[in-house]
């Protein structure tokens, strides 16, 4: 069970609770909240099986998206890792930047092993994922036969429109959905991440935790409030904190799911992250005795791996620093919400992504937004294409 620690160390106010009943109603009218829906089994299954048929012809997978069709695939995958144990089996992704170095090494790369691709956008229309799957797919055409291509083709987009789906219908290749009432951040539990995950963890495992989190709609709301009451007294901004690297990109997914649920119309808490006890000796200065702009939102690992230094097991020294400075920061007016996971598995991280999803748009409400658009996102897109025609 994950555990939440609210109140030891924030205050929260009452009067936010009380928006509890409006809030639940209004995420019950939303449209937007597919994600709480069953995913199919036959389609998990299909998922699983299609992993499989693309190991047996090719040594590498190629995932091709950006923003919400990459970074939960991305996080989860970082997160399940070994630290330094390689798999036979490269997943490597592409369409998150536009780094010449970045891809002309990836093709040089490409050149020398079999390869398939997974390109994953709802719109089909997402600038980094076209140059990208662009690129790559010419390389594909001048390494493999049509027939071959279609064995090595995934394409995850929506299940109607967009060019990417039209590409499907014409040529025949194989396609998953990402369904029309789930946007980017919150496709977690879509072909968009679970087939890039099936090629590294147990999915049935993740699928089963994911909707376990349904069970935490009440903490779920407590954080929002929690978090809403921390901005109006004037804590605009969340740190993230992990006490494992390879939590990191859990962080980032983190980020990209508040601050793109939360920022608009002139409000929203900024997110940032760090992984301690690294940044302890880099943003852990200004974090005690800074700018009093911070709360924090620590997340512990009840269990790891053993190890002992001096009768004490390294994992505990850990856990007793993370305590520690919520204490020492807290000393610093920097106030901070706990939650621990009993370990980190597929289990508890399907559940704790449903957890933040839920308690992301919740939030949403208490700030009077709409959670699950991005307007602002396509500003700079408007501001490219009057300069170069993609
Ligand atoms: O959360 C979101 O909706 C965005 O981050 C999108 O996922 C991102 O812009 C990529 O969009 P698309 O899947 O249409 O390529």
Redesign the pocket.
Known sequence: MIKFDFTSMCNYDNDLMSRKDEVLQKFKDSYMTGWTKKIDSNLVQDIIATSKEIKKHSKCLVVI??????LGSFAVRKALAPYFKDDDFKVIYAGTTLSSDYINELLDYLRTVDFSVNV???????ME?TIAYTLIMQLMREKYNMEDIKKRLVIT?DPVKGTLREEVNTNGYKSFP?PDDI?????IMTA?HLLPLAFSIDLNKFVEGYYLGNEYIDQAFMYAVCRKSLFDQGKIVENFVVFEEKLNYFSEWLK?LFG?TEGKSGVGILPMSTVFTRDLHSLGQFIQEGNKIIFETFIKIENSSKIEFKSYDLHHINNVVLDSVRVAHKSGDVSSILITLPEINEKYLGEIIYFFMLSAAFSGFLFNINPFN?PG?EVYKKEVRENIII
């Open positions: 998206g950006i923003g919400g069709s990459f994953i956008s709802k719109s089909g229309t997402t994922t987009t990402i946007g980017g951040r919150y496709s968009a990209q793109e991005q996102v």
